[in-house]
């Protein structure tokens, strides 16, 4: 399956990166830091997957996955935060976020969420 990452942080990026691809079923297509880098990188990798923080360098991880997710209709939106308040939660569902993880707590469950969803086993919704 295909991933992309968004988050300002390449240390972040750099540890999802390890994590995703240490199992061999994933693969990472793409990184970005900025909600322009976000949005054309998706649209140029049309990946089934992107994993989105609220907070850039230059724009808003949830506005960013609104305009991927309406140019590559099919992708699912995981917003991976430090910002896991209900407005922002509410914010990332409102944006059409498949799941909304907690940064400092549920990290480690990016993995297992993919793979749901590569096997078709997820529902949509928040959490």
Do not use: W
């Not at 830091?33 to 949005?39: G, I, N, S």
């Not at 960013?64 to 896991?84: F, K």
């Amino acid at each position: 399956m295909k991933v992309f990452l968004v988050d300002d942080s390449p240390l972040v990026r750099v540890r999802l990166v390890e994590l995703i691809e240490a199992e061999g079923a994933h693969h990472v297509v793409g990184e970005a830091e900025t909600y322009d880098e976000a949005v054309a990188g998706i649209v140029a990798t049309a990946p089934d997957v992107g994993i989105f923080d609220i907070r850039l360098a230059c724009g808003n991880g949830i506005l960013a996955m609104t305009e991927a997710r309406r140019r590559v209709p099919g992708m699912v939106g995981i917003v991976l935060s430090n910002h896991a308040t209900p407005q922002h939660v509410k914010a990332g569902a409102n944006a059409g976020a498949a799941y909304f993880l907690d940064k400092s707590c549920e990290f480690e469950r990016v993995v297992e969420i993919l793979s749901r969803i590569a096997g078709g086993n997820h529902k949509g919704g928040v959490r």
